[in-house]
């Protein structure tokens, strides 16, 4: 039987890794999703904290093209990322694509210079680094460890 309070829980500490932050987009559809073992998505963003604003809100435009287009649905959310060799995080727009392969998700955080996203299918969750070609966290909400 599952320990509600543990799935919580490591619901949580994905949660507060991710460090995914927005009004519509809280906390707990967040969790929610994670709970939902039927539900496959990814999370990625196009920002870069060396481009400027500009360059990274069209980045973020040719990025929901690139997902319309392959006729993916998509929601938009607030980040933050602390990139490899910087001291602070930098404020993002990502966005969670429902039912996306996750090669397509790969290719698209290659594209955009990403050093990770983050992948969920069936019962497993983790954030992947696209520059080592590792996972960095694997999780599974569903069981507990």
Request: net charge positive; aromatic share 12%; charged share 30%.
């Amino acid at each position: 039987m599952r320990n509600i309070y543990s799935l919580l829980k490591r619901a949580e500490e994905f949660y507060n890794l991710c460090i995914i932050k927005e009004a519509k987009f809280g906390k707990m559809q967040l969790m929610n999703l994670l709970h939902r073992p039927e539900l496959k998505f990814g999370i990625l963003s196009p920002y870069r904290g060396s481009r400027s604003k500009k360059v990274n809100q069209t980045n973020f435009g040719k990025l929901v093209g690139l997902v319309n287009e392959a006729g993916y649905k998509w929601e938009r959310m607030k980040g933050e990322y602390t990139e490899d060799g910087a001291s602070k995080p930098t404020k993002e727009d990502s966005i969670l694509i429902y039912n996306v392969d996750p090669e397509f998700l790969f290719e698209l955080g290659n594209k955009f210079d990403q050093d990770s996203v983050i992948y969920k299918e069936d019962d497993v969750i983790g954030i992947y680094n696209l520059k080592k070609n590792t996972v960095v966290v694997a999780a599974d909400p569903q069981k507990e460890h």
